[in-house]
């Protein structure tokens, strides 16, 4: 007697799996009709192929799209941060003097921008002047030969940038040095 699995079915040996027409010659029909199941065995297989590359294929865009869909939306918010940001480096001391709650006001605005940017994976790039010059997070708008700099690094920040993840919204916008070497 065989012992049964847990779920009360029988296990399969390698006579089960064997072909219990193969070693026999049944005729043509019997041929034909073999030859018939193996082609819809090999079809089967591929449709079942087919339907696991799909399901894992819709897998990844959904996830992609979990992750990247508001895209569209944060490049859109971008001006606004800049404006903010822009907005409170030109504030001076006497402006933030007679106008305290209004520059207040303004730097919670960008601070909880800021939080709602980090919650959907949105993180600024913030160049440093002196800091070497990557064309993957970076975008040179001029080059200039400026004394006591090292040619490739950075010596203007025009415009922060963006990373959605792992992908890049917008490049820095930055000078970058072009002094010849002595």
């Excluded at 990247?68 to 907005?87: F, I």
């Excluded at 006591?148 to 917008?170: E, K, P, S």
């Amino acid at each position: 007697m065989t012992k049964e699995n847990p779920n009360g079915e029988m296990p399969l040996d390698e006579n089960d799996l064997a072909d219990p027409l193969a070693d026999q010659d049944l005729g043509p029909d019997v041929d034909a009709i073999v030859a018939e199941r193996d082609e819809y065995r090999d079809r089967f297989m591929r449709a079942l192929a087919d339907a696991e590359n799909s399901r894992k294929r819709a897998d990844r865009d959904r996830r992609e799209a979990e992750q990247y869909g508001g895209s569209r939306l944060a490049r859109d918010l971008l001006p606004v941060h800049d404006a903010l940001t822009r907005a409170l480096d030109a504030a001076g001391d006497e402006q933030r003097a007679s106008a305290a709650a209004l520059i207040e006001g303004v730097e919670l605005t960008l601070r909880e921008l800021n939080n709602i940017f980090s919650k959907h994976g949105i993180t600024v790039i913030s160049p440093a002047v002196g800091e070497k010059f990557d064309p993957k997070i970076h975008e040179a708008m001029f080059e200039a030969p400026v004394p006591g700099t090292v040619a490739g690094h950075i010596i203007q920040v025009m415009d922060n940038g963006f990373m959605l993840h792992d992908r890049l919204l917008r490049p820095a916008k930055v000078g970058v040095s072009s002094m010849p070497a002595n």
